[in-house]
């Protein structure tokens, strides 16, 4: 993405300009009768809520945003690979395990892709998955809870960006390696890679009853770059679509080397046919190291364990399981409409998009008309997989969502601008522009059987003059079009943070019956809990001291705490005692390097002090609980050592 953004967005930022300047009154909410009615759509009363949940990728800041639909405000800020001091997470004790890998602590990432669980291909709301892309990883966060709960890395991958895709029953988690990579990774000269390299596809089985992740296999597939991924649904449930780009295979991307071919690919992989492969033992085992990061919210705490092994299959072992669909121009966006016939291919270098035939993909498969093959896997006549081309007249189409009637909305980023057009007759019906170069759009449900086709929202890389001026970084900018009619209609710009790509939505009613409200302290079985706070005390084990703290409107409980020494390692184990919604406290200590720690009702959580100078130095509650939360404070003496 970045590369081409900045060749071509350059080149052509005119383009933009120009859109901008003939698009006054073309769906901007600068005029009179026009902001009024749009106005309307987008107010939700003081008081009242929204009518759709909104996750956007944080992009660079690792994290995962929520908001309100229409109205764009934003809730929470879900930290994933990142350490965020809000809450204390990859700062606390019980939370810096979720951050290991094996490459060490790597307390960032950058997020691409949510998608929430789903039933039958219908969005089910019990948890949404994202990806890491620069350590790969995926994530998968609680939608009880709002927490994440779950990271695994995925090895021999690099570049974690056809991910986090899921299929339709949440069987697996599918992450696709952007790079290839030497596999397993050595010593070896760069300009080696065409042939030697690898592309890993990995399949990550969810456990039905918790979620839990773990690598089922890894599919070996030539080293090309795998750009994005859908999985097949309804009829094609069963395959998943992954475009790739640099067939070439060309281990320098400058335009010249990587863009040769006029077509590049979308592998379609049988994942059952594979799935019942290594069930009767088929696939090798190889070594691999690779983390996987549990949060239990019984301890409240997460464990990390490095795992050691994978199983890979390669692809030309298993007949019938993985074919090439040769599509026009390094398709970026790889996307499979709510019936799962149509597979989009969205070729970032050209005007039109190309639409394959899922029907005519197994007809022509069952024929076994082939047009070679590439490292021994079948590629399929462009004609034969054909369902038609969409004549957009739009510059750099990316992504692809649907409203579940019959329509498709695909974003234009050189063009700057959302294209509707009709399913089947492949006629464009309306377009509208952003501001400016969209990247990709949400419906919500849009990834799944059911879409719920009210609202379209546009994550734009480029907000210039959106919003006031805050100096040369600004955030970027999302757009919400209503699309309840014939033609969209701009309602609404609002912020974002880090960079979004892709985002997940679904109704409100989904989530809110289950959202957890508090954790019960009688649950709480941390390792260091207060039970009550007549269990409030401190405990010396060599140079650890251990503060078991309870804390309840408006105390620390010890709050004057001698006996500790320059060169100990204090614990600070705090226990939040109040037992009613929406009452945190928080923790922090003068002269700890870490941050401060909010602990919600009936938590335990722990920060690590290791004392530098003799004094008598303050700790107090960060988080205003009560009238009396400037009262909650306390002081640690510290001796010579
Ligand atoms: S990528 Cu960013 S605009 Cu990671 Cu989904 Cu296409
Ligand atoms: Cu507890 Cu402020």
Known sequence: MKRFQLTIATALSGFALLLTGCNQGGGTASNGALASSAAEKVY?????QDE???FLSGGYSGNLTVYGLPSGRMF???????????????????????????????????????????????????WIFINGNNTPRIARISLSTFETEEIIEVPNSAGNHSSSFITENT????????????????????NEYKGNFKGALTFISVAPEHGHMDIKFQLLMPGFNYDLSHPGRGKSHGWFFFTTYNTEEANSLMEVNSSQNDKDFIAAVNWKKIEEYVNNGGGTKMPANYAHNLYDEGTHMATSTMKKEVLTVDPTKVPGAVFFLPTPKSPHGCDVDPSGEYIIGNGKLSADLTVHSFDKMIAAIEGQKFDGEAYGIPILK????????????????????????????????????VVKWKLGTWEVVDRKPTFYSVGHLMIPGGNSRKPFGKYVVAMNKITKDRYLPTGP???????????????????????????????????????TANSKKFYKLAE?????????????????????????????????????????????????????HEQDFDVPHGFAQL????????????????????????????????????????????????SPA
């Open 591 to 638: 002269g700890a390097n870490t941050s401060e720690i909010l602990i919600m009702p009936g938590q335990t959580k722990t920060i690590v002090w290791e004392p530098k100078q003799v004094g008598v130095w303050p700790f107090y509650c960060t988080d205003f609980c009560s009238a009396l939360h400037q009262e909650m404070q306390g002081y640690v003496r510290v």
């Open 76 to 126: 929470k800020e879900i930290p994933v690979f990142s350490q965020f001091p809000t809450s204390g997470y990859g700062y606390s004790e019980e939370t810096v395990p979720m951050l290991n890998t094996s490459h060490g602590f790597v307390p960032w990432d950058d997020a691409h892709h949510p998608d929430i669980s789903q039933t039958n291909g219908e969005l089910d709301g019990r």
């Open 473 to 511: 970084e600004m955030e970027h900018s999302a757009q919400l079009y209503d699309i309840s009619g014939e033609k969209m209609e701009l309602l609404y710009d609002f912020p974002t943070h880090g960079e979004p790509h892709y985002a997940a939505g679904c109704p409100a009613s989904l989530l």
């Open 171 to 190: 069987e697996y988690v599918v992450a696709g390696t952007r790079f290839s990579v030497p596999v397993p990774q050595r010593d070896m000269p760069i």
């Open 524 to 576: 709480n079985n941390h390792p260091y809990v207060t039970k009550s706070v007549a269990d409030a005390r401190v405990e010396r084990k060599g140079n650890e001291v251990h503060i078991y703290m309870a804390t309840i409107r408006s105390h620390f409980t010890p709050d004057n705490i001698e006996g500790v020494k320059v060169g100990d390692k204090v614990f600070f184990h705090v226990t939040n």
């Open 52 to 54: 759709f949940y909104a």
């Open 44 to 48: 939700v009363a003081p008081g009242e």
């Open 382 to 417: 462009f004609e034969d997989v054909l369902a038609g081309t969409v004549q957009s007249s739009g510059l750099g189409p990316l992504h692809t969502e649907f409203d579940g009637q019959g329509n498709a909305y695909t974003t234009f980023f050189i063009s700057s601008e």
